[in-house]
Structures are given as C-alpha cells and as structure tokens.
C-alpha cells in the first residue's frame, strides 16, 4: 500500500506542476518574481528538481542519492543553452528515473537501507523524503504560475466557491456508513 501510494503521490505532483506549467508564457517561465533575482524562476525550479531526481534515482538501490557528478549549485543558475524545451526534457527524464526506480519495489525493499550523501535512509524513509522535497517545489511552481497568471489562473484544485459541491460529488463517490 505505502508502494502504491507512494507512486500516486509522485504522479500527482507532477500532474500538479505540469497543469500550472502549462498556463505559463516562456518569459514567465524564466521570470525571476522579484528583482534582486534572489528568489528561483519556475525555471530553475524545474531544474532544481529535473538534477535531484536524476541523483536521487538512477540507481536507487545501489548507489548514493548524491551522484559524484552532480552540481546542485548550477541548478539554481540559467545558463545561455537552458531553454525551456532542454529544461522540460530534463524534467520529463528526472519524472521517469522516477517511475522507473519505484516500479519494481516491493513492500519487502521498504526497510532495505539507501545513502543520500552519505547518510543512511530506510527506502520508506527516502520515499517521504522525496514526497516532501518535491511537494514543496510543485507548490512554488504553482504559486508562481498562479501569481504570472493573475486573473487568467485556471485553478488546478478545488475553485473558490466550489468546496460544497466538490464534497456532494465526493459523498456520492464514497458515501459514509451510518
């Protein structure tokens, strides 16, 4: 079940990130959203998580989370050749590495032990882990993409003004027992 939860939770992440990045113009893409530049583009977001994932899991079971030839800081750098396409395929790529690394798990590789710089993580430990590093990425990125968008935004959630009806649909979906 964590397995099985674990993959529907990843997928729906990127489901997430990927409805919010498709609102977005290519300039507010690589927008820095202040002007000191100190705060990540969706960009750079993108490829924050496109070079952790790459890390974290090619070779999941049997090498560390952080690759040797991995650069974290340049993850937060635009360079001439990162256009968004580079940038998407990349991301697409970390989002396989994946699926791929959690497809043949079994409930039995829960408890088997991963390093990630080093530091020992059960696998159940390094799934909670990535769910919540990436969960709070996809939220800048739809916050981001929220604010470029303004008033253009279409919600990717429940709407404003949408919570009773959602719940009816979800009460006829799962009704309670008395």
């Known amino acids: 079940m964590i397995l099985a939860e674990s993959r529907a939770r990843f997928a729906d992440l990127r489901k ?51 690759k040797p030839d991995r650069n974290r800081d340049t993850e937060f750098e635009r360079f001439e050749n990162d256009s968004r396409a580079s940038l998407m395929a990349a991301w697409a790529r970390g989002w396989d590495l994946v699926d791929a690394a959690l497809a ?18 059960t696998v159940s430990l390094a799934l909670v882990r990535q769910l919540a590093h990436y969960g709070q990425h996809v939220g800048q990125i739809v916050l981001l993409a929220r604010i470029a968008r303004g008033k253009d935004w279409q919600t990717l959630s429940v ?6 009806a959602f719940n009816a649909k979800m009460g006829e979906a799962f009704p309670q027992k008395p």
């Not at 043949?104 to 993580?121: K, N, Q, V, Y």
């Not at 709407?159 to 009773?164: F, I």
């Open 16 to 66: 997430t990130a990927e409805g919010a990045l498709a609102q977005v113009s290519d300039d507010e893409f690589f927008a820095f959203p202040e002007p000191s530049g100190e705060t990540n583009s969706i960009a750079l977001i993108v490829k924050h998580i496109a070079g952790n994932a790459r890390s974290r899991w090619t070779d999941f079971l049997t090498s560390d989370g952080e």
């Open 104 to 121: 043949p798990l079994s409930d039995a590789d829960l408890e088997r032990t991963i390093t990630i710089r080093g530091e020992p993580h």
């Open 159 to 164: 709407p404003r003004g949408g919570t009773t």
